[in-house]
């Protein structure tokens, strides 16, 4: 496995491999099982892994822990050697973002709701260092979680409005065993609160067999609204049913897939996760059918 911290080193041994079909799996380190699990599939999908570790200053605001994310980097290098990684692509901040650089992206609409709401900036500071790293590594494919569903529909938006060459793959949520989703932000949770977290997939879980949007919302508000009435720590911020791809927010007119998408502040750390719904085509009104049977039959 090379471990590679220079761009010019990168630009060389992306050279070297030439033709081969190589599978990006970019993360901020801190690797847990979600994280191998995108290396595991690009293993499946490609000939050679590159993963990138790169705790990007550009998404993250100015309250929040950029200073304190954890950088475990020894230990991220022998789970990545475990787990097939070919190359580890691990950039210093200089070396992404020297002092002269101007151009950034911008991740429009999709980057000001949700996420986007509670963090100015974020969709944008991530799509320039995704975009960047895409342009250094020239995967085939690039691996994202669905986790992080609103990052996944952004990097998806980007990669078609701006002609890049590249196959977005997602890859499932991986959870601990009492249903949270595995993040590196976890291991921020005190005791107490790391029981609550578990609301949110509980909530999750409790709705995804709805069929309408204003059902799942509402079964899913009963459970985070016990949860915050439970531990003070526990914030809500939102629990939404939205259109996978836009983030729109869907209602019981709408039918198709969706994802239930919820976010809370859990002892001062943001958590998000959600779930894949099939809403149901509305029930037609008696009266509509008999009104469309007439119509039907008229010349
Ligand atoms: P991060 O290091 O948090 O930026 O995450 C790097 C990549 O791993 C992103 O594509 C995430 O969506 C993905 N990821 C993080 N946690 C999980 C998880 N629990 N299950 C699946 N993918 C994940």
């Known amino acids: 496995m090379k471990v590679i911290h220079s761009i010019h080193e990168l630009e060389l041994a992306r050279a070297q491999l030439g033709d081969a079909q190589v599978g990006l799996v970019p993360t901020m380190g801190a690797l847990h099982p979600g994280h191998l699990s995108l290396v595991e599939i690009a293993n499946k999908l490609t000939d050679v892994v590159v993963l990138s570790i790169f705790v990007n200053p550009l998404q993250f605001g100015p309250e929040e822990d950029y200073a304190r994310y954890p950088r475990p980097l020894q230990q991220d290098l022998e789970a990545c050697e475990k787990a097939g990684v070919e190359i580890v692509f691990n950039p210093g901040v200089n070396d992404l973002f020297p002092a002269a650089r101007q151009v950034s992206v911008q991740a429009g609409p999709l980057g000001t709701v949700f996420e986007g709401a509670a963090r100015p900036s974020h969709f944008d500071g991530m799509l320039t260092v995704v975009l960047k790293l895409l342009n250094l590594v020239q995967p085939t494919i690039a691996l994202f979680g669905r986790k992080d569903a609103q990052q996944l529909a952004s990097v998806k938006r980007m990669v078609t409005d701006l002609n890049v060459d590249v196959e977005i793959v997602p890859a499932p949520i991986v959870r601990e065993s009492d249903g949270l989703a595995m993040s590196s932000r976890n291991q921020y949770l005190s005791p107490p609160d790391r029981q609550s977290a578990q609301a949110i997939w509980r909530a999750l879980k409790?709705?995804?067999?709805?069929?309408?949007?204003?059902?799942?919302?509402?079964?899913?508000?009963?459970?985070?609204?016990?949860?915050?009435?439970?531990?003070?720590?526990?914030?809500?911020?939102?629990?939404?049913?939205?259109?996978?791809?836009?983030?729109?927010?869907?209602?019981?007119?709408?039918?198709?897939?969706?994802?239930?998408?919820?976010?809370?502040?859990?002892?001062?750390?943001?958590?998000?996760?959600?779930?894949?719904?099939?809403?149901?085509?509305?029930?037609?009104?008696?009266?509509?059918t008999a009104d469309n049977r007439v119509g039907a039959a008229r010349p």
């Open 206 to 288: 409790a709705a995804s067999g709805e069929v309408s949007a204003s059902a799942a919302r509402r079964t899913a508000l009963e459970v985070l609204d016990q949860a915050a009435l439970g531990n003070p720590n526990f914030v809500l911020d939102y629990a939404e049913v939205v259109d996978p791809d836009t983030f729109a927010v869907l209602d019981d007119e709408d039918s198709g897939p969706a994802l239930l998408a919820a976010a809370a502040m859990v002892g001062g750390t943001r958590l998000i996760d959600n779930v894949e719904l099939t809403l149901a085509a509305p029930a037609e009104d008696e009266d509509d």
